[in-house]
């Protein structure tokens, strides 16, 4: 059967409404290339708080969040209308703190409600919410980047979750002159506010004239990149970059009228664009229900994500493909769980990595299985500094791995470099710049004002660029071989952790002026449990276990045997015990590798891998 024949027999999509691909192409004499939507951006609302006022006027009973809590773990749910009170109350409290505009709202904790309130009450502060990553305060030992970014943006108030839980990281910082607020218990030595006593603020005038000085470019919050090349920065959010971007995302893929209210059950982390933008905010704007799932795609935690899965039936989810290989593990089993899922679902989305194949091909004959039709996968693409996402795959498409094509509003800039693409950006989405660090901003865009976001790509197709592009990993991390072959650290880590599913969670890349390119796993402990057949198994066990070494082995060669040439070709590889170290700078707050720290804190183990007698820890393909 040809490919044609095989694609008519194949279920069709779900249908989905999604934006024309109407894409303006600019082919400059240099071989730069510029993409641009023809089709104009649609009108969007001055500040994000507006949203809620909206549908606090709309729909006051409508839930917008729920949270598990309570010794029963049961749902908590908080209505627009509530919502807008509660919110009203705390921006009266934060104004009778007589603060300086300007001054930002440090969250030191993870996703709650009350983190989701208080964040909505700064901005009608006209303060800037600025989330920061609990693992700066829970997991770091010298909380270094803790206390670097409070100097940087000096905040003047601070939220925990839980004193006792952030007394150390609390210790840790210089706050005099910062208002601490607490949700459920202070600590003990250091003075804080309950939010509860902030919530119950009598409202005043205040609000509503501090909500009419909101503009366009006030700054709505603060968020953190990674730091992957050093200490993070203080990326500016305008209520308009988020605005804006929150409308190119409903404008790709709008809501069918008449069709379920949106429903998202989410659990990635507000202090990352991801989280607290691309998740959040196109909720709040189209007046859809959030569910804050407490679970995580991680050993043990996944177990949150399932029970909630069967009682909210989303319309709308994301995961990384680590998230969705639990899950269709899970689903396999599970008939009434696959019903819950697929029940409302339109999209299916994934971030983070590309999605692996096999993975896609078991999603899809769950979806068919329970359905009768296939669920599409989207993904974007952007970074902090762009609200996130600039792009999308906003069409059917069955190849994972695009980022798709630019949204209305966006112009996106290709300029030649070697055998891809660096990609650039410009649109309202854009940030002006890093929070107290001009000598950075002036270097972050170029001659024409697009943003260089130091990201590589290519098209599927040079002569059809309505097929989408292909994310080619970034710029800088690409080395040569002692062959003088370039090597695409992003494309080809991404394939080999791909290749080498279920048991590689994560990847280092060498080969740096080396003669040929060397991999450093991180073992995906869950997997390879189960492969072993011990659940009780330690990173020890699976790493010298024969069943993993195996597997990764022949999923490398695999790998290998579709290869091209020598700059995608794996000749040796090694499983690491040693998970990768935030306070090394190998692990982003976000979860994303830093190549050149791992690589420089591990030298050890480089050198192993490319012994010329490779001990027995190395495997050579």
Same mark, same amino acid.
């Given at each position: 059967?040809d490919g ?9 999509f779900?249908?989905?409404? @999604? ?5 303006a192409?600019?082919r400059?004499?240099?071989g ?7 089709? =104009? ?9 507006a949203?809620?006022a ?6 006051p009973?409508?839930? @917008?969040?729920?949270q598990?809590?309570?010794?029963e773990r049961?749902w908590?749910k ?8 509660t919110?009203?109350?705390? $921006?009266?409290?934060l104004?009778d703190?007589?603060?300086? #505009? ?7 904790s993870?996703?709650s409600?009350?983190h989701?309130?208080l ?7 006209r303060?800037?919410?600025? =989330? %920061?990553s =609990?693992?700066?305060?829970l ?17 003047a ?9 952030? #007394?150390?990281a ?10 601490v607020?607490?949700?459920l218990?202070?600590?003990?030595g250091?003075?804080?506010?309950s ?13 509503e ?5 909101i503009?366009?470019? $006030?700054?709505?919050?603060?968020? &953190? $990149?990674?730091?992957s090349t050093g200490?993070p ?5 305008t ?8 409308a190119m995302?409903?404008? *790709?893929?709008?809501?069918?009228p ?5 429903? *998202?059950?989410?659990w990635?982390?507000w ?11 196109? !909720?709040?704007?189209?007046?859809g229900t959030l569910?804050?799932?407490?679970g ?5 935690? &996944?177990e ?5 899965l069967h ?5 709308y989810?994301?995961? %990384?493909?680590a ?24 999209i ?6 590309r999605?692996p194949?096999?993975?896609y091909?078991?999603m899809?004959?769950?979806?068919v299985k329970?359905?009768? +039709? ?12 762009t609200?996130p ?5 906003? @069409?059917?498409? +069955?190849? !994972?791995?695009l980022i798709g094509l ?6 996106l ?6 055998s891809?693409?660096e990609l650039?950006?410009?649109g309202?989405n854009?940030?002006?710049?890093y &929070? ?6 002036a ?12 990201d590589?790509?290519v098209?599927?197709?040079p002569?059809d660029p ?10 800088v991390?690409d080395f040569k ?5 370039f090597?695409?650290v ?7 952790i791909?290749?080498?599913t279920?048991?590689?969670h ?5 080969g ?10 991180w ?5 390879c449990?189960q492969?072993?057949g ?5 990173? +020890? ?5 024969p069943?993993?070494?195996d ?20 000749a040796r ?6 998970? =990768?170290?935030i306070?090394g ?8 590798i830093?190549?050149?720290?791992g690589?420089e804190r ?10 010329d ?5 190395v495997?050579?393909?």
């Amino acid at each position: 059967m040809d490919g044609d024949a095989a694609m008519l027999t194949r279920p069709a999509f779900r249908k989905v409404d @999604w934006l024309a691909r109407d894409i303006a192409v600019e082919r400059r004499a240099d071989g730069t290339v510029v993409l641009k939507s023809r089709i =104009p951006l649609q009108a969007y609302a001055t500040h994000i708080p507006a949203s809620l006022a909206k549908w606090a006027d709309e729909a006051p009973e409508r839930i @917008w969040l729920a949270q598990r809590g309570g010794p029963e773990r049961q749902w908590r749910k908080v209505s627009y209308g509530e919502a807008k009170r509660t919110v009203d109350a705390l $921006t009266q409290g934060l104004l009778d703190l007589g603060l300086d #505009e300007g001054r930002p709202v440090a969250i030191l904790s993870g996703n709650s409600i009350e983190h989701a309130l208080l964040t909505q009450a700064a901005m009608q502060a006209r303060l800037p919410a600025a =989330p %920061v990553s =609990p693992a700066y305060s829970l997991m770091s030992q010298d909380h270094l980047k803790l206390k670097y970014l409070f100097n940087l943006i000096k905040p003047a108030v601070v939220m925990v979750q839980d004193g006792p839980t952030f #007394e150390k990281a609390l210790r840790a910082i210089d706050l005099t002159g910062i208002t601490v607020i607490h949700v459920l218990r202070p600590c003990d030595g250091i003075a804080s506010v309950s939010f509860a006593e902030l919530a119950a603020t009598p409202v005043t005038p205040a609000v509503e004239q501090s909500i009419a000085k909101i503009t366009p470019k $006030t700054v709505g919050k603060l968020l &953190f $990149t990674s730091g992957s090349t050093g200490m993070p920065k203080a990326v500016i959010n305008t209520q308009e970059m988020m605005c804006a971007n929150a409308a190119m995302m409903t404008q *790709v893929r709008p809501r069918e009228p008449g069709g379920p209210i949106s429903t *998202v059950l989410d659990w990635m982390p507000w202090n990352h664009t991801m989280g607290g933008n691309a998740a959040f905010n196109p !909720v709040l704007v189209d007046g859809g229900t959030l569910y804050i799932d407490d679970g995580r795609p991680m050993p043990g935690q &996944f177990e949150e994500t399932i029970k909630n899965l069967h009682e909210v039936s989303p319309t709308y989810y994301a995961n %990384v493909p680590a998230g969705y290989a639990a899950l269709a593990a899970a689903m396999e089993k599970d008939e009434a769980l696959c019903r819950s899922f697929f029940k409302n679902l339109s999209i299916m989305a994934y971030g983070g990595a590309r999605l692996p194949d096999d993975l896609y091909d078991r999603m899809q004959a769950l979806a068919v299985k329970t359905t009768g +039709e296939r669920v599409v996968f989207y993904t974007g693409w952007g970074s902090t500094e762009t609200a996130p996402t600039s792009t999308g795959t906003y @069409w059917d498409t +069955e190849r !994972v791995g695009l980022i798709g094509l630019p949204f209305p509003g966006v112009e996106l800039k290709m300029v030649p470099c070697g055998s891809k693409y660096e990609l650039r950006l410009r649109g309202v989405n854009v940030t002006p710049g890093y &929070f107290g660090q001009p000598d950075l901003t002036a270097k972050m865009f170029d001659e024409e004002g697009f943003y260089c976001i130091g990201d590589a790509g290519v098209f599927v197709d040079p002569e059809d660029p309505l097929q989408g592009i292909i994310f080619a990993g970034r710029v800088v991390e690409d080395f040569k071989l002692t062959t003088g072959t370039f090597v695409h650290v992003g494309s080809l880590r991404t394939d080999a952790i791909a290749a080498a599913t279920p048991v590689v969670h994560d990847a280092l890349v060498a080969g740096q002026d080396r003669c040929s390119i060397g991999l450093l796993c991180w073992p995906d402990l869950h997997a390879c449990r189960q492969l072993v057949g011990n659940a009780n198994a330690t990173y +020890e066990d699976v790493i010298r276990h024969p069943a993993v070494i195996d597997c990764l082995k022949k999923g490398l060669q695999a790998h290998n045997a579709s290869a091209t040439g020598s700059s995608m070709r794996i000749a040796r590889a090694m499983l690491m015990v040693e998970p =990768p170290s935030i306070d090394g700078n190998e692990l982003t707050d976000k979860g994303y590798i830093n190549q050149r720290a791992g690589l420089e804190r591990r030298a050890d183990l480089v050198e192993k891998l490319y012994a010329d007698a490779p001990c027995d820890e190395v495997i050579v393909l």
